[in-house]
């Protein structure tokens, strides 16, 4: 018997779950990051983007409605390694002026790779003439970007310099 080679619709579900799952993770990090944070204007960048995630995870379920799909998640070792690499920041530079920096650098670590995801998405939903769901990924895409910027203005004009500041001290 021969198998059907896979196609893009079957790549868009797989990789529709991928982020799914990262989506749902992502939710469980931010409070803690939030915690971790020194500077309260990254503690409420935190919080701000804890919310956008619960309306990334409900945009994400009214994709999978519209492909006729359970949402579901599968594991993403990707996600699951920036994670773990900002869990290993939080630990080691605890207490540390360099923290925040640090913080600063895991949450972008995420932020480009749901950028990643959500532009293929986006692309691929388009591609299959899913509109619905183009507008749907556009929108968060739109909002991760919007993330990355906020979390890098912060970094420019706050964390950075109060962590170098406090280093030469």
Known sequence: MVREPKKLDELFHDTLKDIYFAEKKILSALPKMAKAARDGELQAAFEKHHGETETHVSRLEQVFSAIDAKPQGKTCDAIMGIIEEGQEIMKEYKGSPALDAGL?????????????RYGTLRTWADELGLSDAVKLLEATLSEEKATDEALSQIAETVVNQEAQAQDAA
């Open 104 to 116: 600063v650098a895991a949450a972008q670590a995420v932020e480009h790779y749901e950028i990643s």
